[in-house]
C-alpha cells in the first residue's frame, strides 16, 4: 500500500487491463479479467461529479506509457474497431493497457470530452492522444505508428 500526495491510497499488482468502476464511497476501481488482481484506488473525499472523473482519467493516461480506452478489454473486446485498435497494437509487440469504457456512463462520456474525441476507442501513448480506430489504423499503414510506439515496444518479442 502506497500513500501519495494526491490523496489516493493504491493497493495493486501491475496487469495488461484496466477495469475503471466507481467506490460506492467515493475513489474508483481498477480490476482485470483475473480477480486475484486487482487496482484498488480510493480517494479520501467521496468522487462523484464528472471533474474527478477526468482528473482520475488524467492520472491514468499520465501514469500508463500506453492506454487504450475501449469497449470491452483486451481479450474481450465488446466492439470491432476497439478489436481493430488491439490487433494493431498486438502487431506491434506493444506493451499497453486498456480500460473498459463500457462499465461505467460517467467514464464514457468523459474520456470523449478530456480527448475532445466524439469516439471510442481512443489510444494514448505518453501522454498524448494518438487517436481512434481510423487514425491508428491510417498511421499503422502509412508507417508512421512505428514512430508513435517506440516507446512502448517490446523490443524482446520484436526482434525474434
Not at 474481450?76 to 506493444?94: D, E, K, T, W
Request: one cysteine or more; aromatic letters at 6%; hydrophobic letters at 40%.
Amino acid at each position: 500500500t502506497n500513500q501519495h500526495n494526491t490523496g489516493y491510497v493504491k493497493m495493486f499488482s501491475r496487469t495488461s487491463s484496466l477495469l475503471l468502476r466507481p467506490l460506492a464511497r467515493g475513489g474508483m476501481l481498477f480490476t482485470t479479467p483475473n480477480p486475484s488482481l486487482m487496482i484498488a484506488v480510493q480517494q479520501r473525499s467521496i468522487m462523484t461529479d464528472a471533474a474527478s472523473v477526468r482528473d482520475k482519467i488524467d492520472q491514468v493516461v499520465k501514469e500508463n506509457k500506453c492506454v487504450l480506452f475501449m469497449k470491452g478489454n483486451r481479450d474481450a473486446p465488446r466492439c470491432g474497431f476497439s478489436g481493430a485498435v488491439i490487433q494493431v497494437l498486438n502487431h506491434y509487440n506493444a506493451k499497453y493497457e486498456t480500460v473498459d469504457v463500457l462499465l461505467d456512463d460517467t467514464v464514457r462520456e468523459a474520456i470523449k470530452e478530456y480527448s475532445k474525441w466524439p469516439t471510442i476507442p481512443q489510444l494514448f501513448v505518453e501522454g498524448e492522444f494518438v487517436g481512434g480506430c481510423d487514425i491508428v489504423i491510417g498511421m499503422h499503414n502509412d508507417g508512421e505508428l512505428t514512430e508513435v510506439l517506440k516507446p512502448v515496444i517490446d523490443e524482446a518479442v520484436s526482434a525474434e
